[in-house]
């Protein structure tokens, strides 16, 4: 110990006494190590961390009930769940929970927040207890039962200022008094990432809110999570359910057949691998595999850079190092003394490293997308994510510090101890730093080149076409089954709104539709028939739909290119009338006039609804999917409480914002309102993991090229320093300037050419990785290949110029005065 602290003490020391090239390291190495410490903290908030308050989640896990188009992961009805829980033993307990949207008041604002529905034993069975209050009772399941709700932490900290006396208040949910009666623990968002609740309401309460039938078995919205009981294991579960899944499919075929004919399945599994809904864990899980192999990029580009500037450094203590080993010390004992300074540097880079984490944290949990839903991530640095910065901080001292080491504690103390301690050291110490330097070329070029094609199918994705006119249009949603309206009252909403908005100047068109194009998060698809023709086996006919008003092809600027668009006639009592696009029109109706045939959305027995128009193909869920059958139906023949209104204008339509706004306030001044914006800006955020990609992307390859050019700029200058004698000599010879610049300008751009073809077959192999994030791209665009390594081999050639500028400059005189 007292060895160790005698090293620690003269490493202290030692980099005092270079100030210039402590600093350099350590924020050439705090920058990887930052990098690195952000990314894991990401991954840590979204994959890694335990949901708060929860106890023992490794007994918790999953169950999904496989969709009628096919995929494995959907939701439960609540009579299923009810089956479920008694037919199985292998749990002591399931519970079932379902977002919603919900109106909320305070008494002195209103806005719109998420809600959680949940049977009544979703805290018991998750061992989460309250900060205040109490939560849900048993007889709270029953419909009709007490309105009572259990508000988070956050709602509670911001509407009462954590004041004890909020249990018991009033809050308004969906325009109807519901009683506080608990405040959830701190740091408790449920058991999905990114959807923390506000509130929760048992399943019984909700039904003053909205229509609840525990009975129907088509309502496939619940996520069942259980607890295994002791001695149960994950197996035991899945063998169970499956025998549960053929019993259903037995008595209900109607509801437990797929597309393909097929009975439903039950999926199982563990509450880690259900923190985000499994449709996307794969796609998220890779892209924080990548985010996370940038970052090690990054800082091994870093390692190559104090790793050279170390070997830069040993050249100077060559000398000191041989005295050592002539007066009698180990060379084990060198060894240590020199990575005990490589460790110094590294925890010091580290704690920076910490720092930049922790401010680019709090950046990212402040983060709100512009998407529809309200999404939050709470990223913070917990132990977990301390532990991983001190353990890479280690690794990284080991890693850039141990070549040096051990090159610099064998030289041979006769020759080094000789008076011509300005020679270049021997040719392994060069071929070292070399290879340093063309791993940092290579490295660059594939973080480069990966940056650069994110930020190709960017621009290309901004030019895709929608199929709307994105130009002079708003839009902005309301729900008003949020505030407890019915049919009656809801048409009349839309009337007024409509006539209002349309009454404002400059206001040319403005209509509703249920849904919004390029709307992940709200899409719906419905199960379709088509009049005269067989459904094939395993074909699926759900496709995406919207209810509309007239004028909305006008509004968003669709073109219609046969028949016409809906019109006032198209109301209640009307003939059902529908519009296609031209992908059904040419799939269900191949060389024939679509114009007068017929469909329904209520099975093969109708009602049927007459095709009266055909639009342009567009783009409904993303931008990048294939054009795929969709339809409009008249809204006023289907009426729907949740809508969207489309505003086209003359001018500039965020001008306009405030006006509709207002529009709505005056009608009813509770309603929330939300997804207020540009048409432009919705098409916009349509390119957000695009854009997210490209940014990281082309941050961090940015860094790699500031330090690769750093570092080849590095090992130029020293070789100059190391080679003042020699080209003091050709000079005298004859040596012109050019010449010498040349020679310098070789020596570095052999290594850049080197570690530019190394990088350029790489980054092929690599770009596959990020391929379904590539619109209108290829993975081995040439542009891209070919730009990315011309930015390199300028900067690469910019950093070796400098030297080599200096050492045209170079006086034989004073080079050669120590001869």
């Known amino acids: 110990m007292e060895s160790l602290i005698q090293d620690l003490r003269y490493a202290i020391r030692s980099l005092r006494k270079s100030p210039g090239f402590t600093i350099a390291a350590i924020a050439i190495l705090g920058l990887g190590i930052g990098a690195n410490a952000t990314i894991f903290s990401l991954v840590n908030a979204i994959l890694i961390r335990r949901p708060a308050g929860v106890q023992n989640p490794g007994g918790l896990v999953a169950l999904y009930t496989s969709d009628f188009s096919g995929p494995r992961f959907g939701g439960s009805s609540y009579a299923d769940f009810l089956d479920i829980s008694k037919q199985t033993d292998a749990f002591t307990g399931l519970l079932a929970y379902a977002f919603r949207p919900v109106s909320l008041s305070t008494g002195t604002s ?51 200022g954590r004041d004890s006396t909020a249990i018991g208040r009033v809050l308004r949910l969906g325009g109807q008094p519901f009683t506080i009666i608990g405040v959830a623990p701190r740091g408790f968002e449920g058991l999905l990432r ?50 549960v899944a053929q019993r259903l499919h037995q008595a209900y075929p109607q509801n437990w057949t797929d ?138 001292a080991i890693a850039f510090g141990l070549a040096p080491a051990l090159q610099l504690a064998q030289p041979q103390p006769a020759s080094a101890l000789k008076d011509d301690m300005g020679s270049a050291p021997g040719r392994r110490h060069h071929r070292l730093r070399d290879t340093l330097v063309v791993v940092q070329m290579a490295v660059s070029l594939i973080l480069l080149v990966g940056g650069g094609l994110l930020t190709r199918a960017l621009r290309s994705g901004q030019s895709i076409d929608p199929g709307i006119d994105t130009e002079h249009a708003l839009m902005m949603s309301v729900d008003l089954g949020l505030q407890g309206y019915d049919e009656t009252r809801g048409r009349a909403f839309y009337q007024q709104l409509l006539e209002k908005v349309r009454a404002l100047p400059g206001v040319e068109a403005a209509a509703l539709g249920s849904q919004v194009p390029l709307n992940p998060f709200g899409s719906e698809r419905r199960r379709t028939a088509i009049q005269g023709y067989a459904r094939q086996q395993g074909e699926d006919l759900e496709f995406n739909d919207n209810f509309v008003t007239p004028d909305y092809v006008r509004a968003l600027g669709v073109e219609v290119v046969r028949g016409r668009a809906f019109t006032e006639a198209d109301g209640p009592g009307a003939p059902g009338v529908a519009m296609v696009n031209e992908t059904f029109a040419r799939r269900f109706w191949p060389g024939a006039d679509p114009i007068g045939q017929r469909l329904s959305v209520s099975g093969n027995d109708g009602p049927w609804l007459d095709i009266v128009g055909v639009v342009r193909d567009g783009k409904y869920v993303t931008l990048g999917e294939d054009t795929t059958p969709y339809f409009l139906l008249p809204l006023a023949q289907q009426y729907g409480g949740g809508t969207t209104l489309f505003v086209r204008t003359g001018g500039d339509p965020a001008s306009l914002l405030s006006p509709v706004r207002e529009a709505v306030r005056a009608l009813d001044r509770d309603l929330p309102v939300f997804d207020i914006r540009t048409l432009r800006d919705h098409v916009s955020a349509a390119l957000l993991p695009q854009r997210v990609a490209a940014t990281l992307l082309g941050c961090f390859g940015a ?43 070789r020596q570095g751009m052999v290594l850049v050419a080197v570690g530019g073809t190394i990088g350029l077959v790489a980054a092929g192999g690599v770009s596959h990785l990020i391929r379904s994030l590539l619109y209108g791209v290829s993975a081995l665009d040439p542009l891209t290949f070919i730009g990315m390594s011309l930015l390199l081999f300028a900067a690469a050639l910019l950093a070796c110029y400098l030297p080599a500028r200096r050492a045209a400059k170079v006086d034989p005189v004073e080079a050669l005065r120590s001869e």
């Open 110 to 160: 209103t806005e719109r927040g998420v809600s959680e529905v949940t049977t009544a034993n979703y805290f018991s069975l998750l061992g989460v207890r309250p900060a205040l209050g109490r939560t849900f009772l048993a007889a709270e399941d029953t419909p009709g039962s007490a309105p009572v709700t259990v508000i988070s932490y956050g709602l509670w900290e911001r509407s009462y």
């Open 259 to 396: 597309v393909k004919d097929r009975a439903r399945v039950v999926t199982v599994i563990p509450e880690s691998e259900a923190r985000l809904f499994p449709q996307i864990r794969g796609a998220v899980v890779g892209f924080m595999a990548l985010l996370m192999v940038v970052v090690g990029l990054v800082l091994l580009i870093a390692c190559a850079n104090v790793a050279n500037l170390l070997l830069a450094k040993a050249a100077a203590r060559r000398k000191e190092m041989a005295i050592r080993l002539s007066l009698g010390a180990a060379r084990g004992r060198l060894v240590r003394q020199l990575l005990t300074e490589s460790v110094v540097l590294g925890l010091a880079a580290g704690a920076v490293g910490l720092t930049l984490a922790a401010w680019v944290s709090g950046f990212v949990s402040s983060f709100r997308p512009p998407v529809p839903v309200p999404i939050a991530l709470s990223v913070s640095l917990d132990t977990r994510v301390v532990g991983f910065t001190v353990a890479v901080s280690l690794l990284t």
């Open 194 to 243: 990114g959807f923390g609740p506000d509130v929760w309401v048992p399943a019984g309460a909700y039904s003053r809110i909205s229509l609840f039938d525990p009975s129907g078995r088509g309502n496939r919205g619940l996520l069942v999570v259980g607890r295994l009981a002791p001695g149960k294991r994950l197996a035991d579960a899945r063998a169970q359910l499956e025998v």
């Open 703 to 745: 860094l790699a090229l500031l330090l690769a050019a750093l570092g080849i700029y590095s090992v130029i200058a020293y070789s100059v320093s190391q080679r003042t004698r020699e080209i003091g000599i050709r000079v005298a010879l004859g040596a012109g300037r050019d010449e010498v610049v040349k020679l310098v300008l």
